[in-house]
């Protein structure tokens, strides 16, 4: 069965931002004052083919530890779609 799944990588909250802290300070520029914290991250799909969700899930899990996001800087998140 084929699988979408739809990954967030995002920097730790305990981790200074820097590229949020540009957008921040950028639309505060932009007369957009309102906007209080940016946080800038990355979004990734995969497309899976698997047995099950189960193991679509775990393949997912381990792209993600292995690969797609650096567990000293990053968290990562991701739904599942099937179809």
Do not use: W
């Not at 995002?10 to 921040?24: I, N, Y």
């Not at 906007?35 to 969700?53: N, P, T, Y």
């Amino acid at each position: 069965m084929k699988y979408t799944a739809h990954i967030n990588v995002m920097p730790l909250k305990e981790l200074l931002d820097p590229q949020g802290k540009a957008v921040t300070n950028n639309l505060h520029n932009l007369g957009l004052g309102q906007v209080q914290d940016v946080r800038v991250g990355k979004h990734i799909s995969l497309q899976i083919e698997a047995a099950s969700e189960d193991e679509a899930r775990q393949l997912t899990q381990d792209a993600c530890k292995k690969l797609l996001a650096n567990p000293v800087m990053e968290a990562f998140d991701f739904t599942l779609v099937a179809g």
